[in-house]
């Protein structure tokens, strides 16, 4: 399966600013997305990062808040903006290499907001 | 939108015993994933279901997927302290491109 390097592992941020998380593959895939994972608790799909276009949100996730860029196959970011203590969270990216296949996963960034 | 509920919450048992974790979908799937993350760690793929009523193994651990693709459940054996950590199923949406996670069985093994 793919090498998935995301970073920076953790951070810890003062409320307002925003931090970029990147996510490099070592090979091309056709879907990324991005998922939080509040403390305890199960993935929620954030977006999916699309290759030269917008990312498409899921609900509750708007682009303001979460920008995404994926400018090739193999990479992509995504921004928290103005942070505040519930942005609090592990964020991670996945890829997956077909439509029904299974999705792996980065390991992570733990983020943490004073 | 698409919901999968997963029971216990969570589980403690102690070193040796079985272990079951159980999913649920309102709507007939076309496959089920299941995912395990070990504490600090994150989602690591097991294994994919397909087939109505397939049963796969690997080691101590057996999937089932139910008759009807509406079920599906994690069983594991004799349980170690290595297993210990948060079992995740996570369903396709109908097209097949996004997962939906159940909420996690986080187990917990007493050495």
Redesign the interface.
């Known amino acids: 399966?793919a090498v998935i390097s995301q970073k920076p592992s953790r951070d810890i941020c003062q409320r307002g600013t925003s931090l970029t998380i990147q996510c490099q593959v070592d090979s091309q895939v056709t879907?990324m997305?991005w998922y939080r994972q509040q403390p305890g608790?199960?993935?929620?799909?954030i977006a999916?990062a699309n290759q030269g276009s917008e990312a498409t949100y899921e609900?509750g996730f708007v682009i303001d808040k979460f920008p995404i860029s994926r400018p090739n196959l193999t990479f992509s970011t995504l921004t928290v903006s103005n942070m505040s203590p519930e942005d609090s969270s592990i964020y991670?990216c996945s890829v997956k290499g077909d439509?029904?296949?299974?999705?792996?996963?980065?390991?992570?960034t733990r983020l943490s907001i004073l | 939108?698409q919901q999968v509920m997963q029971i216990p919450q969570y589980q403690h048992v102690q070193e040796g015993e079985d272990f079951t974790t159980y999913c649920n979908s309102s709507t007939t799937l076309?496959?089920i994933?299941w995912y395990k993350q070990r504490p600090g760690?994150?989602?690591?793929?097991l294994i994919?279901l397909v087939k109505s009523g397939e049963v796969k193994k690997q080691k101590r651990l057996t999937f089932q997927f139910g008759e009807a693709k509406k079920n599906s459940s994690l069983h594991i054996t004799a349980t170690q302290t290595t297993d210990v950590g948060t079992y995740?199923c996570?369903a396709?949406n109908n097209?097949?491109?996004?997962?939906?996670?159940?909420?996690?069985t986080r187990l917990m093994v007493k050495p």
């Open positions: 399966s879907m997305f608790q199960s993935l929620t799909l999916t609900s991670l439509r029904e296949g299974p999705q792996h996963f980065g390991d992570g | 939108g076309s496959n994933q760690g994150h989602p690591v793929f994919q995740f996570a396709p097209a097949g491109n996004m997962l939906t996670f159940g909420g996690g």
